[in-house]
């Protein structure tokens, strides 16, 4: 009985239950967000979270006309690399979500 609260440590009790789904469509949309729904690498978490929303208040309160101004082709590499980045956090915490959740 003592070894099975030996492997049990803070890390996975905290992500223990939590729905990797939720935790890796979190981490699509805004960067971080799934870390910190997990409760695991919360300092990166917070960091991708912060840089998220500041990006995302960026381009929204932009006039239209600034956003047009570059090239057509500059934005969709902008828009595929920040959907690269968000599958990579996604999948991260997914298989992160999953590890924890085995308690052995």
């Given at each position: 009985m003592?070894?099975?609260?030996?492997?049990?440590?803070?890390?996975?009790?905290?992500?223990?239950?939590?729905?990797?789904?939720?935790?890796a469509?979190?981490?699509?949309?805004?960067?971080g967000?799934?870390?910190?729904?997990?409760?695991?690498?919360?300092?990166?978490?917070?960091?991708?979270?912060?840089?998220?929303?500041?990006?995302?208040?960026?381009?929204?309160?932009?006039?239209?006309?600034?956003?047009?101004?570059?090239?057509?082709?500059?934005?969709?590499?902008?828009s595929?690399?920040?959907?690269?980045?968000?599958?990579?956090?996604?999948?991260?915490?997914y298989?992160?979500?999953?590890e924890?959740?085995?308690?052995?």
């Open positions: 003592l070894e099975v609260y030996k492997s049990v440590s803070l890390k996975n009790v905290m992500a223990y239950g939590k729905s990797a789904f939720l935790a469509l979190l981490n699509f949309f805004v960067w967000a799934g870390y910190l729904y997990i409760g695991h690498r919360m300092l990166l978490g917070a960091g991708l979270t912060a840089i998220s929303i500041l990006n995302m208040t960026i381009l929204l309160s932009l006039p239209e006309s600034v956003l047009m101004m570059g090239s057509e082709l500059f934005s969709m590499w902008l595929f690399i920040w959907i690269a980045l968000g599958l990579l956090f996604a999948e991260d915490v298989r992160e979500t999953n924890m959740n085995k308690v052995e």
